[in-house]
């Protein structure tokens, strides 16, 4: 194990912008290094040869990787991981971690709230207060949807899947759900395929991560078989998503309504779907409490004090589970 005054040698690079609690933490307890952004650019000589660790927001390609030749630890916060290049992570002997269960139940809460508001029209309801409608003009009109009756589908059912799915189970409405693979000792209903799930649904609610082979999964087909009735809500990755085709399928009644937390290509949202009166839009704010921000900021941080300190991960990705630390 690694005494403390050994730790603080090791060199952790931190790009810009990250958790203030998490800097906070890395500089009491390792040799932080600051960079602009994760750009292979922008190393230097010294940061070649001393960074072993990086704890980071941003995506991190096989460039930053092969700029650090040192590098044994990528500790990447968030539970997505689709922006770190970790293929070539495992092919050169370097841990991955997220930061998997402490945002859980934060971003499961997040994905019921944008479904309600999606439904019941519920910010255009506070607005219709706030601007003075309601003493001017009266009632806001009523939504045309409910939650009643719903038969909801879930597209990826992890950890946040299941989470959201207990939580519509107590609403009383029946669940079902697409992964790549059936999931061992789950009731819920198993659909081999997205397009056979959004056929039996007219509620689906996309937590899947992002990556090729979930690009553009939710397309006009599925927007179509999800029907005139469906809802759409995202809290997944924007790049699952063919948003062309989904402001589209609002736009001609394709489908009802969406509600989306996250995009292709944040901050950018495109105009059609701003324009939408039936899509509720919220800026990738999933797991954005300060409570939750904390815990993963701690995890993050865990994750590299327990590989330096005792040679083992906490939060391991799958792909890189194999990994051993060198030395």
Not at 268 to 276: E, F, G, S, T
Request: charge should be neutral; proline fraction near 5%.
């Amino acid at each position: 194990m690694m005494k403390a005054e050994e730790l603080q040698a090791v060199a952790i690079l931190v790009p810009a912008g990250f958790s203030d609690h998490a800097v906070g933490r890395i500089e009491r307890t390792f040799r932080r290094i600051a960079i602009e952004r994760a750009d292979p650019a922008l190393v230097t000589d010294e940061m070649s040869s001393t960074v072993r660790g990086i704890a980071s927001f941003a995506g991190i390609n096989a460039a930053m990787m092969d700029a650090l030749p040192n590098l044994e630890l990528i500790a990447s916060f968030g539970v997505g991981y689709d922006s770190v290049d970790v293929g070539h992570a495992a092919a050169n002997n370097i841990m991955v971690t997220n930061t998997p269960d402490v945002l859980t139940e934060e971003v499961a809460d997040t994905a019921i709230g944008l479904l309600i508001n999606t439904i019941r029209d519920l910010p255009r309801a506070e607005t219709w207060l706030r601007d003075g409608s309601w003493a001017k003009k009266g009632d806001y009109p009523l939504s045309r949807l409910t939650l009643r009756a719903r038969r909801v589908g879930i597209f990826g059912m992890g950890r946040i899947g299941r989470a959201i799915a207990r939580r519509l189970e107590a609403f009383g409405l029946p669940v079902a759900y697409h992964n790549r693979r059936r999931v061992e000792g789950l009731a819920y209903q198993y659909h081999p395929t997205l397009k056979g799930l959004a056929e039996a649904v007219d509620t689906l609610i996309s937590v899947a991560p992002g990556g090729a082979s979930t690009q553009k999964a939710v397309n006009a087909e599925i927007l179509s078989a999800l029907g005139a009735n469906g809802v759409f809500v995202n809290i997944g990755r924007g790049s699952t998503v063919d948003e062309a085709a989904l402001a589209a399928a609002l736009a001609n009644g394709t489908i009802a309504a969406a509600g989306l937390d996250v995009f292709a290509a944040e901050p950018n949202v495109p105009k059609a779907l701003l324009d939408a009166p039936n899509a509720s839009l919220l800026p990738h704010v999933g797991s954005a409490s300060q409570h939750t921000r904390r815990a993963m900021a701690d995890l993050c941080v865990d994750n590299l004090v327990s590989w330096f300190g005792e040679h083992r991960p906490l939060t391991p990705v799958p792909e890189t589970a194999n990994v051993r630390a060198r030395g």
